[in-house]
């Protein structure tokens, strides 16, 4: 398997977290996400990824696979052990809907796109942008602590091992504290990222810091 990756990309990141449960590799083809003149923004990349984002996994048959969820359930499908979602149907779906009020509803309104087009259409500084992501991530995190809070019955998101919602939430969580924020003021949230920073394959795989 490929990986097309980058190292700050929080998206890559849950993928990678994956693979690291699974005791899977893959090889990283590191493609350039932040500026105008990014690789995730040429027709070179776009022609491997139409939208032009990571992450996407080749696998050994030369398929891409898209969409960092997609990527993730794939995985659990090819290597089981462990399994990454939970023994339920409710379950499976609270699991499925925290990943997806991260994916879908934080993260997509903070990627380098978004910005460069806040600022390209609506002459908006840097600290505009920034202002922007800290609404969507405080409002996004707020929701997420409450759907976490109102099942949560084990060590984790969703269950007592870790799995897809832990997966999404990670590298969210991290991404919010290096924005500034205390997670302390979501102790759900705060709590399980405890947890999962003494797991390698968390701590190890989590988005490296903007430089
Ligand atoms: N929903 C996608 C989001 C992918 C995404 O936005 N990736 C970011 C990096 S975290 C990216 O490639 N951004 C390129 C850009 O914004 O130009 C997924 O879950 O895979």
Redesign the pocket.
């Known amino acids: 398997m490929k990986l097309y990756q980058?190292e700050i990309?929080?998206?890559?990141s849950?993928v990678r977290i994956a693979l690291a449960l699974k005791g899977l590799t893959a090889e990283a083809l590191p493609v350039s996400?932040l500026g105008e003149d990014?690789e995730?923004?040429q027709s070179a990349y776009r022609t491997v990824n139409p939208q032009?984002?990571?992450?996407a996994l080749l696998t050994d048959n030369g398929v891409l696979i898209?969409?960092?969820?997609a990527i993730v359930e794939y995985l659990d499908e090819v290597q089981p052990e462990p399994p990454l979602l939970p023994d339920t149907a409710e379950d499976r779906a609270q699991a499925r809907s925290i990943a997806l009020a991260i994916?879908?509803e934080i993260?997509?309104l903070l990627?380098?796109?978004?910005g460069?087009h806040l600022k390209a259409a609506f002459q908006a500084d840097a600290d505009a942008v920034a202002a922007w992501s800290r609404h969507w991530v405080g409002e996004g995190m707020a929701a997420v602590e409450a759907i976490i809070a109102g099942r949560r019955q084990g060590a984790f998101a969703v269950g007592d091992r870790p799995g897809i919602a832990d997966i999404f939430l990670f590298p969210q969580a991290i991404s919010a504290r290096r924005m500034g924020f205390d997670l302390s003021r979501w102790p759900n949230i705060a709590e399980i990222v405890g947890r999962l920073e003494a797991i390698p394959a968390f701590q190890e795989n989590a988005p490296a810091p903007r430089k």
């Open positions: 980058n990309s929080s998206a890559t849950r996400i990014a995730s923004r032009g984002l990571v992450p898209t969409q960092s969820l994916a879908a993260h997509a990627p380098p796109r978004i460069l």
